[in-house]
């Protein structure tokens, strides 16, 4: 199947800085592109997505950018905090399946105060 | 927790034994997705439904089987013919003909088998 590549596979940043996780797709059908956290123990949730008839997105400390051209797609968070310690995940929808999605192996974020 | 649940929580089983595994919404979505997470794998896409009486396969479907009998129901058989079926299993819904692209995950079924 078409791939999703994420970098890096852990982060580890200081509260209060930026952090910027990365996001290659190979099916150029794609046309959506969520990012989903998972805390421990817990199952993941949505916290941004893009479509790709938009360049980006932001939602508070959040956002998201989607280059089509060069199939690549980045989640900035801004102003960490503690509780963003989590594994975040890209995803991109599978062609015309109805937002089926391939998803990247994942990020570790660890946030230290 | 979006109304989407699974069941059982944990579920042993011997090797060579076929085991079912439940997911139920009631969030009148059309699509329900199976994905299997492993430990630096990411969520692999098992099988998945966009309508009643209907599926498709997806990357990791060998050794799997699922029927969606009902809107609201995506069961997930494990055969005996999965090489390593021993992993973390979710199960989701969405509402794509709402252009609503986000998926809802149930709270996981971590099958071990022995």
């Known amino acids: 199947g078409e791939n999703v590549e994420q970098h890096p596979s852990t982060l580890s940043v200081q509260e209060g800085d930026s952090a910027v996780i990365k996001c290659t797709y190979s099916?150029?059908?794609?046309?959506?592109f969520p990012w989903y956290k998972q805390e421990l123990g817990k199952r993941p949730q949505l916290i941004i997505d893009i479509r790709s008839n938009v360049g980006e997105k932001k939602d508070q400390r959040i956002a998201v950018t989607l280059n089509k051209t060069a199939k690549h797609f980045s989640l900035h968070i801004t102003e960490t905090q503690p509780e963003d310690s989590a594994v975040y995940f890209c995803a991109a929808s599978i062609g015309n399946s109805g937002y089926a999605l391939n998803f990247g192996k994942g990020t570790s974020l660890l946030v230290t105060p | 927790d979006g109304g989407i649940t699974q069941s059982p929580k944990y579920l042993f089983r011997k090797e060579g034994q076929n085991v079912t595994l439940s997911c139920e919404q009631n969030?009148?979505?059309?699509?329900m997705y199976w994905y299997r997470q492993d430990p630096g794998q990411g969520l692999r896409l098992i099988y998945y439904?966009?309508?009643?009486?209907?599926?498709q396969k997806g990357d990791i479907a060998e050794g799997y089987s699922v029927s969606r009998e009902k809107k609201e129901s995506f069961p997930l058989t494990v055969t005996s013919a999965q090489k390593n079926p021993t992993a973390f299993y979710l199960c989701a819904s969405s509402n794509p003909g709402q252009g609503e692209g986000e998926q809802f995950f149930g709270p996981g079924t971590r099958l071990t088998v022995l």
């Open positions: 969030l009148n979505h059309d699509a």
């Open positions: 099916d150029s059908a794609s046309n959506y």
């Open positions: 439904s966009q309508i009643v009486n209907d599926f």
